[in-house]
């Protein structure tokens, strides 16, 4: 991975492989690796839900925001989305319903 060159993977090494005492240290020790994806911490951010009206399609967003023609981010100046997988115009293509707000932060 281009992103975690030698000086990374050599700190990542010695933190794995460390014998000093740590306090904070996982009990089955650390396993810092160069390949991961963070899944899991952006799916606990996502408390805003919004389901849409009509399909009862579910949108879970880490920002108090509706689903809208603002989360596409390959429209043209003409207004034209050029994203096959854009979440927003394939939702308006095949369903067109609002989404309305359905669960938020305690």
Same mark, same amino acid.
């Given at each position: 991975?281009?992103?975690?060159?030698? *000086?990374? +993977?050599? *700190?990542?090494?010695? $933190?794995?492989?460390?014998?000093? $005492?740590? /306090?904070?240290? /996982?009990?089955?020790?650390?396993? $810092?690796?160069?390949? !991961?994806?963070? !899944?899991?911490?952006?799916?606990?951010?996502?408390? !805003?839900?919004? +389901?849409? #009206?009509? #399909?009862?399609?579910?949108? *879970?967003?880490?920002?108090?925001?509706? /689903?809208?023609?603002?989360?596409?981010?390959? $429209?043209? %100046?003409?207004?034209?989305?050029?994203?096959?997988?854009?979440?927003? !115009?394939?939702?308006?293509?095949?369903?067109?319903? +609002?989404?309305? %707000?359905?669960?938020?932060?305690?």
């Amino acid at each position: 991975r281009d992103d975690h060159g030698p *000086k990374f +993977q050599f *700190k990542m090494n010695s $933190i794995n492989t460390s014998t000093v $005492i740590d /306090p904070f240290r /996982p009990s089955a020790g650390y396993n $810092i690796t160069i390949y !991961h994806t963070f !899944h899991d911490e952006v799916e606990h951010y996502r408390k !805003h839900w919004w +389901q849409c #009206c009509r #399909c009862k399609r579910i949108v *879970k967003r880490a920002m108090n925001r509706a /689903p809208s023609v603002k989360d596409c981010w390959r $429209i043209s %100046k003409h207004g034209i989305c050029s994203d096959r997988n854009c979440l927003w !115009h394939t939702h308006e293509r095949a369903c067109g319903g +609002q989404f309305d %707000k359905i669960k938020e932060p305690d």
